[in-house]
T-cell receptor, first 111, second 114 residues
C-alpha cells in the first residue's frame, strides 16, 4: 500500500525567502506525481504534474523534482510571497486509478 | 469549460438525516473520483468511476455511503443516516484516462453534521 509523507507539516518564513517542501513515498512504481495548493476551506488547485519518466517540472517560481528510485519529490518555491501562504499537498498516482495524498505542508509567508 | 463543479458548497445537517452531493466533471473527462478530507489531513480516496461503471471503492466507503454516475456524466454521493464522524470536506475530481494532465478537483462540499 502506498504511503506518502510530507515534511515539514508546517513552515513559517519571511517574505522573499526561497524554500523547499519535501514529499516521500514508499512505492516507487508510480505513474505520476502531482503537487496541489489548497487555500483554507477551498478545493485543490493543481500546481505541477511530473510523469514517472520526468525528473522535474517548472512553472514560474515553482520547480518540482522527482527521484523515483529514492521515493522523493521536492517542491521549490523561489522568492516566496505572502500570497503563497496555503497548504501544499503532494499526491502520487500508482496505477492511473487514484491519488494517494500526503498530509500536506501548511506554509505561512510573513510580510 | 468551467472545470469541476460541486454542489452544494456547504451543507449542515442533523445527525441521522440523509444528504446528497452532486459533482459535474469536466465534460471530456471519462473518470470521476470522490475523496474525503478531514481537518488538517490530506484527502482520502473513496471511490471512482470510469464512464458509468464504479470500478473501485475504498473500505472507508461504508454501507451508508453510495455513489452513482448515471450515463457517465455527473455523479452523486449520498450519505444515509449521517453521523458526526461524517463531518468533512467531500472533494470530487475528474481526469481523462491515459492523459498526461493529471486530476482536476472541484471546490468541494463542506458537510457539518450536528
Amino acid at each position: 500500500k502506498q504511503e506518502v509523507t510530507q515534511i515539514p507539516a508546517a513552515l513559517s518564513v519571511p517574505e522573499g525567502e526561497n524554500l523547499v517542501l519535501n514529499c516521500s513515498f514508499t512505492d516507487s512504481a508510480i505513474y505520476n506525481l502531482q503537487w496541489f495548493r489548497q487555500d483554507p476551506g477551498k478545493g485543490l488547485t493543481s500546481l505541477l504534474l511530473i510523469q514517472s519518466s520526468q525528473r522535474e517540472q517548472t512553472s514560474g517560481r515553482l520547480n518540482a523534482s522527482l527521484d523515483k528510485s529514492s521515493g522523493r519529490s521536492t517542491l521549490y518555491i523561489a522568492a516566496s510571497q505572502p500570497g503563497d501562504s496555503a497548504t501544499y499537498l503532494c499526491a502520487v498516482d500508482n496505477a492511473g486509478n487514484m491519488l494517494t495524498f500526503g498530509g500536506g505542508t501548511r506554509l505561512m509567508v510573513k510580510p | 469549460d468551467t472545470g469541476v463543479s460541486q454542489n452544494p458548497r456547504h451543507k449542515i445537517t442533523k445527525r441521522g438525516q440523509n444528504v446528497t452531493f452532486r459533482c459535474d466533471p469536466i465534460s471530456e473527462h471519462n473518470r470521476l473520483y470522490w475523496y474525503r478530507q478531514t481537518l488538517g489531513q490530506g484527502p482520502e480516496f473513496l471511490t471512482y468511476f470510469q464512464n458509468e461503471a464504479q470500478l473501485e471503492k475504498s473500505r472507508l466507503l461504508s454501507d451508508r455511503f453510495s455513489a452513482e454516475r448515471p450515463k457517465g456524466s455527473f455523479s452523486t454521493l449520498e450519505i444515509q443516516r449521517t453521523e458526526q464522524g461524517d463531518s468533512a470536506m467531500y472533494l470530487c475530481a475528474s481526469s481523462l484516462r491515459g492523459s498526461d494532465y493529471g486530476y482536476t478537483f472541484g471546490s468541494g462540499t463542506r458537510l457539518t453534521v450536528v
